[in-house]
């Protein structure tokens, strides 16, 4: 997207702009049926909300930023994780009057929304939350369900003429939630009052009567959407590439809120899916998920910022927790920006997040050179460049670390520095070890890690016949105990030449 002048817009900018120009107050909504763990896929949405009310902030507009939570959506069915036994017979029931399935939390809903609002507030989203289940109950959506109930025919043909499915004779906007069984599933309008704002309903378990608009149901999704466009006024709302289709949800949306609502849609921002490398478009339901939780353990909340707002929301996002992460961090982290988006960057570090100046790769080897120790990391650091740092940042830096450490990174990158010669030193080969003796005489204190490299290189040219990833190895073999380990030059100069010097010079002899 382009400004009038021609210069780059960031996608979130040009959405503002359009929000403006629009001339209706900026409200910005996001949401999420609760129904299982809430993962990074997930994320997209409230984050891509966030970018737009962050740029319609910044141009001095007044903006509101809601979150649904959709905690009346009933429990479509038995999820793998779920015991059966206990779960099968509440199919069907709203998920806020739901049992905890680990009994820490007061309902279903709130087992999987919690964590997912904690991560919010670690990634600094500013959000007003809606539950579902309070909107319904406090009686504010009773005017659109008066609305819905009264222009059920015409509802019914805008779904039948967008999707090409004839709804049934029974179907009503409104499913009523039945007092005798708690499911909101299986029962059906007979009736409604527009002047009392109740239902009557039969349900499937045998029971029928009459029942408050006020926390007595809810409106079908296609419906309740458009319903809550104009409750909540919405003028702008992300939402995943599904809803996007012809003849889809957003697609009936915009007719039910114009012709049902009498309002105006939201500008729509759909986004694609985020995926896991190697593992294919997250899903909850088949347990293919990484959880913002568990990401934020690994990276900075910057980071998880930064990963949706530097790419167009209709671009797919791989997200790779190995060696690719890395480079992500080092993006966020860079103090000059160099190479990045700049608007991206901006928005990933809103709200106080400011770059800790040290490239996360480089902290993970000086980390487990130091062995964590934090003093000890500060040297290590400030030997090979990186002085005048935030001690705070870098301890926190350092926890991020050791969990990906621990959890993601390959094996060359794992590693524990011998405090004696490693046995299988002994079992390098005569030109290695000529190479580690003319390599330790070469090495000085305070050699840089390019410093070190090009010795390195350079000393490796003089063994023509021999290949230079054996040689390399007898470096890591007689440092580590195993053939590969981080870039040869910053490992040697962090852990400190003059050190490595002495450790060659005995692997040598």
């Not at 003319?438 to 204190?445: E, F, K, T, V, Y």
Request: hydrophobic fraction near 45%; aromatic fraction near 8%.
């Amino acid at each position: 997207m382009t400004s009038e002048g021609g210069s780059s817009l960031h996608w979130a900018d040009a959405a503002a702009a359009a929000a403006i120009a629009s001339g209706r107050p900026a409200v910005v909504s996001s949401g999420i049926s609760p129904s299982g763990k809430i993962h990074i896929g997930n994320m997209r949405e409230v984050l891509t909300a966030d970018a737009v009310f962050r740029a319609l902030s910044d141009r001095g507009v007044p903006a509101r930023f809601n979150y649904v939570a959709d905690n009346l959506d009933p429990l479509r069915h038995v999820y793998p994780f779920l015991d059966a036994e206990v779960y099968a017979p509440l199919v069907g029931r709203p998920l806020a009057e739901i049992p905890c399935p680990c009994g820490a939390h007061a309902s279903y809903a709130d087992h999987f929304l919690e964590p997912f609002l904690e991560s919010l507030r670690t990634l600094r989203v500013d959000v007003d939350v809606e539950h579902a289940d309070r909107m319904y109950a406090s009686g504010r959506m009773n005017p659109v369900i008066v609305q819905a109930l009264g222009a059920r025919d015409r509802i019914a043909e805008i779904l039948a003429e967008a999707t090409g499915k004839k709804v049934d004779g029974d179907w009503s906007p409104f499913n009523p939630r039945c007092p005798a069984c708690g499911k909101i599933t299986d029962a059906k309008v007979t009736g409604h009052s527009a002047r009392d704002e109740t239902v009557s309903y039969a349900c499937a378990c045998g029971s029928s009567g009459t029942v408050p608009m006020a926390g007595g149901g809810k409106l079908t999704w296609r419906v309740d959407w458009p319903a809550r466009w104009a409750m909540l006024g919405v003028s702008v709302e992300p939402f995943g590439k599904d809803h996007a289709t012809r003849g889809g949800s957003y697609d009936t949306g915009v007719r039910i809120a114009r012709d049902v609502f009498a309002c105006e849609p939201p500008l729509p921002i759909p986004y694609e899916w985020i995926s896991l490398k190697g593992r294919g478009d997250m899903s909850s339901s088949k347990g293919n998920v990484l959880s913002i939780e568990e990401v934020l353990e690994i990276v900075p909340p910057e980071v998880l910022r930064y990963l949706v707002m530097r790419e167009r929301p209709q671009r797919t996002i791989v997200f790779d927790p190995g060696l690719p992460l890395l480079s992500l961090v080092d993006e966020v982290d860079d103090k000059t920006g160099q190479g990045a988006d700049s608007r991206a960057l901006a928005l990933s570090r809103a709200a106080g997040f400011a770059p800790v100046g040290v490239p996360f790769r480089h902290l993970v080897v000086a980390a487990q050179v130091a062995g964590f120790d934090l003093d000890k990391t500060l040297a290590v650091l400030a030997r090979t460049g990186y002085t005048g740092l935030d001690r705070e940042a870098v301890a926190a830096r350092l926890v991020y670390a050791r969990r990906w450490l621990d959890r993601y990174a390959p094996e060359d990158l794992r590693f524990e520095v011998k405090g004696e010669l490693p046995a299988a030193a002994r079992e390098l080969g005569p030109a290695q070890k000529e190479f580690l003796r003319r390599l330790a005489a070469g090495l000085r204190s305070g050699m840089t890690g390019e410093e070190v490299h090009l010795l390195v290189y350079e000393l490796a040219k003089a063994f023509p016949e021999e290949k230079p990833a054996q040689l390399f190895q007898a470096i890591y073999v007689a440092l580590l105990g195993k053939p590969r380990g981080p870039r040869a030059g910053t490992f040697i100069a962090a852990l400190d030449p003059v050190f490595c010097a002495e450790r060659f010079a005995a692997a040598a002899a």
